[in-house]
């Protein structure tokens, strides 16, 4: 099925959101569109992967936070995954961070799009992605690009102490006992982490540095 859309026919979509409102607007906006039919809706990472092997969708519009059970970025892994040709997964959310971009595309997400953009733009990236063709929002290729051109810089080795301590679950005031510095410092150096991986949360540098094999 995968990559060999019938031109002659419209592309199946199955919506995966776990926002039941979301899930009726985007059902709405592209019932609207003739070339396109949502064959189903999921609310969460494991419906979707059961519904994907019932209906057997063209592309998979997909968010990443998924509320409970596995997230967007693991149900997308999983569909990519799966023996045969499984559907195209296309990323719609409003998070845009490197990390979460990151994390999709190596999921094998075929496409990361924005909530913010504009109807004709969602269109034309279903069409593209139930042909296996890349489609990224204007500000998500912006930012692939700035990160090919520019890699991250390394971590040093207190970064990388912190890091590990973060891995661990503990706060900053554990982490600076046990490592002997100040509170201060470990936000001063957390800060630089955020910064160097692309996150702004704990949750996502820890992450971002265990896809890296920044942990030991």
Known sequence: MTGATDAARPVRILLCDDHAVVRAGLRA???????????G????GEEALALSTKLTPDVVLMDLQLGDGIDGVETTRRLTAAPG??????VLTTYDTDADITRAIEAGATGYLLKAERPEELFAAIQAAAHGRTALSAPV????????????PTLTGRERDI????????????????????????????????????????AGAVSVAKEQRLLP
Do not use: C, W
Not at 41 to 44: K, M, N, Y
Not at 141 to 152: F, I, K, Q, T
């Open 141 to 152: 290729a912006g930012r692939v690009m700035a990160n090919l051109r520019s890699p991250r």
């Open 85 to 90: 040709e499984g559907p195209h997964v296309l």
């Open 29 to 39: 906006l592209l019932d609207s569109a003739p070339d396109i039919e949502v064959v």
């Open 163 to 202: 890091l590990t301590q973060l891995a661990q679950g503990l706060g900053n005031r554990e982490i600076a006992k046990a490592l002997f510095i100040s509170e201060a410092t470990v936000k001063t150096h957390l800060g630089r982490i955020y910064a160097k991986l692309g996150v702004d949360t704990r």
């Open 41 to 44: 809706e999921a609310g969460t």
